[in-house]
């Protein structure tokens, strides 16, 4: 069942727009200065930031089409309200790590799973207003996936047709999310959307994640810790690019669709850490191998056919963004030396203490 799509959505809200990525298209969309409304849904978890969104807080015109919540998506009461006021619903709310989902799993669940039923509830609540007579349309829900739920691809990229095998608590977790929110397209015929996207840097990047941990601890001369052999590879998207992906997605994409996002840039994690080294000038004596990470995924890969068919394309390339990145972390040491504190040694500790107490110059 398909149903209208409605050219242009002026009343956003955004979940987890607080996090890296939801950031990030915050930012860009409200830069184009076309009108849209914007409120944020954010439970500021470890990975939330609002220092992410300043530039829209800062700027008078921007503000007045904004609004921040502080809430968490698997609460109803606060959900229920604000997607009864909202044209569609971005997803992007997510615990992400694939090394937290290792350590605790239990709130991966909580937040990729049922904080997405609690959304498609909220929608097809609307849904129900809107065959009443009661709004213009039911809402449009961009549930963002990642490539993670295809599983470890040896060779070739997988398409959005493919089985999913995903093999981690936060894959398994995504998993879960896209596959109840594509049976409420099915079921229900909710307007639903879902994106697949690959491993996204850039400015902004929590540094619990490879490439701005890495980064951060290189200027701080500090150790790296590099899984296993790290002949792992990943594709890696620029974050501009992955936020634009899901804007055009959002405007243009098919009702029951899932759209892979890929970049085309795949890369060891060696050549990616030997990369930002070299941009920084610090020496690859730095890197330490250590004990790899149970389950580790070995690649990542996916054809982007369909995205292209739709009329997307990314704009930047690997180098480039790369070296953006790390002369943006070296620029805002002010950002992410306060996250890099508090709670953040205490998971460090755990994460990392035994696997560099016990790791071996990296070749
Ligand atoms: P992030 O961890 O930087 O941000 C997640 C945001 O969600 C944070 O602001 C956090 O406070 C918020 N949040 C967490 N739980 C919440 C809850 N219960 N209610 C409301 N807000 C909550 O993540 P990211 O890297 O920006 O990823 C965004 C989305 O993109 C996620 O769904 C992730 O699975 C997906 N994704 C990420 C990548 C990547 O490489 N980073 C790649 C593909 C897909
Ligand atoms: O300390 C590290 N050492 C290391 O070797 C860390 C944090 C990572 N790695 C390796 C593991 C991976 O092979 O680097 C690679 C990238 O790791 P992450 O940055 O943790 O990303 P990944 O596990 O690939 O998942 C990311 O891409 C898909 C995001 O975190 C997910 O949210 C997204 O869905």
Not at 19 to 42: E, H, K, N, P, Y
Not at 78 to 105: K, M, T
Not at 128 to 142: E, F, M, T, V, Y
Request: glycine share 8%; hydrophobic share 40%.
């Amino acid at each position: 069942m398909t149903q209208s799509i409605e050219p242009h959505f002026r009343r956003l809200l955004v979940t987890g727009g607080a996090g890296f990525i939801g950031s990030c298209f915050v930012r860009d969309r409200m830069a184009r200065r076309d009108g849209t409304q914007i409120v944020v849904l954010d439970k500021l978890t470890y990975a939330g930031n609002r220092a992410n969104l300043a530039a829209v807080e800062a700027d008078p015109e921007q503000a007045a089409r904004f609004r921040f919540v502080v809430g968490d998506i698997a609460d109803s009461h606060i959900v229920a309200p604000l997607v009864a006021e909202a044209d569609a619903v971005v997803n992007f709310a997510a615990e992400s790590h694939v090394d937290r989902s290792i350590l605790e799993p239990v709130d991966f669940l909580r937040t990729d799973v049922l904080g997405v039923h609690v959304l498609l509830e909220a929608c097809r609540e609307q849904q129900a207003r809107a065959l009443a007579g009661d709004r213009a349309s039911a809402p449009r829900l961009l549930q963002v996936s990642t490539d993670e739920v295809y599983g470890s691809v040896e060779t070739g990229e997988s398409r959005e047709g493919d089985r999913l095998e995903p093999r981690s608590p936060y894959s398994s977790a995504k998993a879960g999310g896209e596959l109840l929110a594509r049976s409420y397209f099915v079921t229900y015929g909710l307007d639903v959307v879902i994106t697949r996207g690959s491993n996204t840097y850039g400015p902004f990047h929590h540094p619990e994640k490879l490439i701005p941990l890495f980064i951060t601890n290189a200027i701080d001369d500090q150790q790296l810790p590099l899984y296993g052999d790290g002949l792992q590879r990943r594709d890696w998207l620029y974050v501009a690019d992955h936020a634009g992906a899901i804007g055009h997605v959002l405007e243009h994409g098919r009702s029951g669709e899932i759209y892979n996002v890929p970049a085309a840039n795949e890369r060891t994690n060696r050549d990616v850490v030997a990369a930002l080294l070299e941009r920084l000038g610090k020496p690859w004596s730095l890197v330490r191998t250590v004990a790899d990470r149970p389950g580790h995924d070995r690649r990542y890969a996916m054809d982007g056919t369909k995205l292209a068919a739709l009329g997307w394309k990314n704009a930047m390339p690997f180098e480039e963004g790369l070296a953006a990145t790390v002369d943006w972390f070296r620029d805002n040491e002010a950002w992410w030396r306060p996250i890099k504190s508090g709670q953040w040694e205490e998971y460090y500790r755990r994460q990392y203490s035994a696997r560099l107490a016990n790791s071996r110059d990296a070749g």
